[in-house]
T-cell receptor
Framework: KAGVTQTPRYLIKTRGQQVTLSCSPI?????VSWYQQTPGQGLQFLFE???????NKGNFPGRFSGRQFSNSRSEMNVSTLELGDSALYLC????????????FGSGTRLTVV | AQKITQTQPGMFVQEKEAVTLDCTYD???????LFWYKQPSSGEMIFLIY????DQQNATEGRYSLNFQKARKSANLVISASQLGDSAMYFC?????????????WGAGTKLIIKP
């Protein structure tokens, strides 16, 4: 079965711009989580969506937002990009309960210049 | 305080040897889950093994096993008969079982290099 698909794989943006990243979960999975990975801060949780509702949110500024569509695909948006937003953004798909694991996509590597 | 601690930033291991990657965790929640993921240079997180806090036996998945010592809050990953393809970053992560908490908390990772 198809895995978790993240697009695009690579992105270069300029400071001040905004960006939208996409994540298509495994078929039948209703939960999508987003993580930011940087060399300095490691892996940090951004937010989690289940059936179009945000259930959890990490400690990130309001410039980071997300949404989930009825087909479970999710997007995250970062507005007013800063150099420090350069990171690998990982999306994880799950059935949604606490007894289930997470399958990750290959990530989107965002570079802000 | 760190909730997940991986004390080995890097390790070199000879091919075919067994390797143990350390992970200690901190939680007051009686219900939690512990995960190990492998991240090759390509960036994708690959699930390796899971241990629930109420599981009586240590988890095993092929060459991977988890040495779960609950009283010591330790969840070390053991890779038997290491292979060159095992070279990667390895992350330990925890999900606490509080209601409506579905996030993973991650350790800093261990970079494992297998020598031929």
């Amino acid at each position: 079965k198809a895995g978790v698909t993240q697009t695009p794989r690579y992105l270069i943006k300029t400071r001040g711009q905004q960006v939208t990243l996409s994540c298509s979960p495994i078929s039948g999975h209703r939960s999508v989580s987003w993580y930011q990975q940087t060399p300095g801060q490691g892996l940090q949780f951004l937010f989690e969506y289940f059936s179009e509702t945000q259930r959890n949110k990490g400690n990130f500024p309001g410039r980071f937002s997300g949404r989930q569509f009825s087909n479970s695909r999710s997007e995250m948006n970062v507005s007013t990009l800063e150099l420090g937003d350069s990171a690998l953004y990982l999306c994880a798909s799950s059935r949604g309960g606490t007894g289930y694991g997470y399958t990750f996509g290959s990530g989107t590597r965002l570079t802000v210049v | 305080a760190q909730k997940i601690t991986q004390t080995q930033p890097g390790m070199f291991v000879q091919e075919k040897e067994a390797v143990t990657l350390d992970c200690t965790y901190d939680t007051s929640d009686p219900s939690y889950g512990l995960f190990w993921y492998k991240q090759p240079s390509s960036g994708e997180m690959i699930f390796l093994i899971y241990q629930g806090s109420y599981d009586q036996q240590n988890a095993t998945e092929g060459r991977y096993s988890l040495n779960f010592q609950k009283a010591r809050k330790s969840a070390n990953l053991v890779i038997s008969a290491s292979q060159l393809g095992d070279s990667a970053m390895y992350f330990c992560a925890m999900r606490e079982g509080r209601d409506s908490n579905y996030q993973l908390i991650w350790g800093a990772g261990t970079k494992l290099i297998i020598k031929p």
